[in-house]
């Protein structure tokens, strides 16, 4: 008897009527003697398909992508309506200078007098330098770049002195870093300093070209097969912007996991809490900013990899509009659903970042069409006003299912905030087949990333990658090109319900992750651990992001009963940066609180080691 087809209704339903159900991924938690042996059995011919094709029908896989009914056509690329007006904000040009772009980001940020924080009174509660502080700091010799480089080198050492291994760095040499700090200090003595990120210091995931490092991705041998001769697009552009690139960040291997978990090399901890998970899998970019060195990272957002590392670790992680930066020299460079991102301490931080790195490649702007960059106006009260006029949507349900109430309403006590202080108006919405959204989600990030793996893979190079990583790959090499077509038909699909939504209101907010930071299991830093429980766990709200392109962002808005960050996250309508900057910028100066100093913290500016 053959299986009942199920037919997906047309998008032209009532949307209200949707039920929300918890999707929970059922897969095994292993790791040690039984992680090995699991991937020996899913690498074998025949007992291997039978397990993965259990994993993929107790998830509902196989019956959405085989046995349903889609009626929409694909969607092989986010496509977006015409770009909406965004009230308060200034335009940018995509082709000038980098350096052009940041002094106009410059002049969109509020008056700051860095000479009243340049003062050593320990009751002062705790803060990030922001990138305007050391500029302060170069132009008025209280130190300079090369001193501060001095402080960078010191805290790495200490840092990759600690037992068991956790290092921020993959790839890094102190003499590149002492060379291009000393050209920025001899550009200040000059005052020909290029732009405000002039002797910043900024760290580069793994994932993204960066001359002279090698890319290895987290793995053991991708730099073997993939020489790096010049920069990516969007490291070219802070180099012109005179930042000090201080080297590669570690990463969960091949950005194929969420927790940032990597046998290779150790993995990086969080710097709230050593014993925990920092997210991934641009987990060294958000620590190495958490823990003080860095003012920025860039990391790769293809699962809410930005996002996720950033709300654990109490930072700021923006993910764009898909197409708005140019993905050229980067690991994952062709695929429909990554994007390239800052990680930064503050939302005035990733404003500067962003306006340095944006900018379409020559072929997305032909296909994507996208909008002009715009940035938001905080220059003045009456543009902070523009603020209130805002609609923020909530889907409760969703928003409220969290491992703990204790995030969910620290979110809403943020929601709260923004009504009374900027008379924002939260609307209640729906936001039909979320599950769908991560089937789809995840066959097309699959698919892409084997793609671009398999002629490598097909080497020998499968045995030498971690046992995770072996996992996952096995799961996306069973997805036929008929499921790569369903996805996209969801994907267009998803695409109706969310423009739907946004003909209602301006950004949805949802916590960025519905967990704080998970315990490292001390097995896992030898061999690793698969755990898709919790990797699905913590991209429940980040999805939207990537398989649809829309830009969003995480702002910490405080922190547990333990001490660990919690993060809420603001999704845009295509094109719509601004948007979820100014609102990201009014809950961190007037809702989220004071700031806890990380376990481990590192004053490189003022060269006091923590």
Not at 411 to 426: A, G, P, V
Request: glycine share 8%; net charge neutral.
């Amino acid at each position: 008897m053959g299986k009942k087809l199920v037919k997906l209704p047309a998008t032209e339903v009532d949307m209200t009527a949707a039920k929300y159900t918890p999707q929970r991924v059922q897969a095994p938690h292993l790791t040690g003697f039984w992680l090995k042996l699991f991937v020996m059995l899913i690498e074998a011919p025949i007992i291997g398909s039978m397990i993965l094709n259990l994993v993929k029908n107790k998830n509902r896989i196989t019956k959405m992508l085989k046995n349903t009914v889609i009626p929409e056509t694909p969607m092989f690329i986010p496509e977006f309506p015409p770009k909406e007006s965004e009230p308060g904000v200034f335009c940018l040009e995509e082709d000038g200078k980098p350096e052009e772009r940041v002094e106009f980001a410059l002049k969109c940020l509020p008056d700051y007098n860095p000479a009243c924080i340049w003062i050593n009174d320990p009751t002062t509660p705790f803060r990030y330098w922001k990138i305007r502080d050391y500029t302060y700091a170069y132009k008025f010799k209280l130190t300079t770049p090369s001193q501060v480089a001095e402080h960078f080198i010191l805290a790495i050492e200490e840092s990759n002195n600690k037992n068991p291994l956790a290092p921020l760095l993959i790839s890094y040499d102190p003499d590149e870093v002492r060379r291009q700090a000393a050209a920025s200090t001899q550009r200040f003595k000059e005052g020909s300093e290029l732009s405000i990120l002039d002797g910043i210091f900024i760290a580069v995931k793994d994932d993204i070209d960066c001359y002279p490092y090698p890319s290895k991705g987290g793995a053991t041998w991708f730099h073997e097969l993939r020489q790096v001769k010049k920069d990516a697009v969007c490291v070219s552009r802070l180099r012109n912007c005179g930042a000090v690139m201080v080297g590669k960040t570690n990463m969960h291997e091949l950005a194929l996991g969420t927790t940032g978990n990597n046998a290779n090399f150790g993995t990086t901890r969080n710097p709230h809490a050593p014993d925990r998970y920092t997210g991934g899998s641009s987990s060294g970019s958000a620590a190495i900013v958490a823990c003080g060195l860095c003012s920025a990272a860039l990391g790769t957002d293809g699962g809410g990899s930005v996002r996720i590392p950033s709300s654990l670790c109490g930072v700021v992680g923006l993910k764009t509009t898909y197409g708005r930066t140019d993905m050229k020299g980067l690991l994952y460079h062709s695929g429909t659903v990554a994007i390239v991102g800052p990680i930064t301490a503050t939302v005035e931080d990733a404003i500067l970042v962003y306006a340095a790195i944006l900018g379409s490649s020559p072929a997305e702007r032909v296909s994507l069409k996208p909008a002009l960059p715009c940035l938001p106006n905080l220059s003045s009260y009456e543009n902070w006003c523009s603020t209130g006029s805002l609609r923020l949507g909530k889907y409760t349900e969703w928003f409220n299912d969290v491992f703990s109430t204790e995030i969910s309403d620290k979110c809403e006590d943020i929601l709260n905030q923004l009504s009374e202080k900027h008379e924002c108006k939260t609307i209640e919405i729906v936001i039909p087949e979320l599950h769908e959204m991560f089937i789809a989600h995840v066959v097309s990030i699959g698919s892409e990333a084997l793609s671009q793996l398999n002629p490598d893979l097909e080497d020998g190079k499968l045995a030498r990658l971690t046992y995770d990583s072996r996992i996952s790959l096995a799961l996306f090499q069973t997805y036929s090109a008929s499921d790569y077509i369903a996805a996209q038909c969801l994907r267009r699909r998803l695409m109706h319900f969310y423009m739907e939504i946004f003909k209602k209101v301006d950004i949805i907010v949802t916590p960025t992750t519905p967990m704080t930071a998970p315990i490292i299991s001390p097995t896992a830093l030898t061999v690793g651990e698969t755990n898709m429980r919790i990797s699905g766990s913590l991209m429940r709200f980040v999805l939207a992001g990537n398989l649809l392109g829309f830009p969003a962002i995480s702002v910490p808005v405080g922190y547990d009963k333990q001490g660990l960050p919690i993060g809420m996250q603001l999704i845009g309508r295509p094109w719509c940066e601004a948007s979820i900057l100014r609102l990201a910028a009014a809950i961190e100066e007037t809702c989220a609180g004071p700031k806890k100093k990380p376990v481990q913290f590192y004053d490189i500016l003022q060269g006091k080691l923590m």
